[in-house]
């Protein structure tokens, strides 16, 4: 049973910043310019590279829940779902109402809603893992999206989060509020539970040989 229920104020300042971003992300052409593909250039291999990680280290069950918080148009969503048709239930949640309206036209099974990181439009314990890709770096509130994380997870959930390693990286991308180094994060989510780190690696691409190094660091969190 979940003994803890969270809950956290988020700063005013960073509720007008997330406003901001989702009126840029909803008005501008960013998906169409950024996430229109799936799984096929360079992007897309960095993504599989993730999902075969995950995978290594965890495999959902039979009619798992799985949310994908910041999902924009939902490409990790289908992967899932195409993986595995009609085993796991698949949710996106993004805070762009454009990228789950586009998300929603193309699913194939998966379901979407809009919802921030600090307020999501579900009950307590209703997922059995999330994933969190490349959205902590973003946020202010570390915390509180954490804590909102466990709330919605049931217990011995799984939470898995990918950012860029601040000891790699040459400089903090402009949109980017925090980069962690990994002893950084990996002490913040060890108060939650019990914490993997799988680091990433060059990926080299069978046909063309080309290959490309990542900074990206996956974790594991699996809720006490």
């Known amino acids: 049973m979940k003994k803890i229920i969270f809950q956290s104020s988020l700063p005013n300042e960073d509720e007008d910043r997330q406003e901001k971003m989702r009126i840029y992300y909803d008005t501008s052409s960013y998906y169409e310019e950024n996430l229109k593909q799936s ?10 590279y993730l999902i075969k990680n995950v995978f290594q280290i965890y495999y959902p069950r039979i009619n798992e829940k799985i949310l994908d918080v910041g ?17 796991w239930k698949v949710t996106g949640m993004d ?7 586009k998300a929603s036209r ?9 919802g921030t990181a600090y307020k999501m439009p579900f009950i307590d314990n209703s997922f059995d893992a999330i994933s969190a890709q490349e959205i902590i770096e973003h946020l202010s509130d570390t915390e509180a999206f954490l804590k909102e994380c466990i709330r919605v ?22 949109d980017h509020i925090r980069e ?21 690696s060059t990926i080299i691409d069978r046909v063309t040989k080309e290959s490309f190094t990542d900074n990206f660091v996956l974790y594991m969190l699996e809720v006490k």
């Open 39 to 48: 799984f096929t250039g360079k992007e897309s291999r960095f993504k599989q």
């Open 71 to 87: 999902c924009g148009l939902g490409h990790f969503c289908r992967y899932l779902i195409a993986k595995n048709p009609h085993i």
């Open 95 to 101: 805070f762009s109402g454009y990228a789950i309206e």
């Open 106 to 114: 193309n699913k194939i099974g998966e379901s979407y809603v809009v």
């Open 153 to 174: 997870l049931k217990s011995n959930g799984k939470l898995f989060i990918t950012t860029p390693d601040a000891r790699e990286s040459k400089s903090i991308e402009k």
């Open 180 to 200: 962690f180094e990994i002893k950084e994060l990996n002490d913040i989510l060890s108060k939650y539970g019990k914490v993997s780190v799988a680091l990433s």
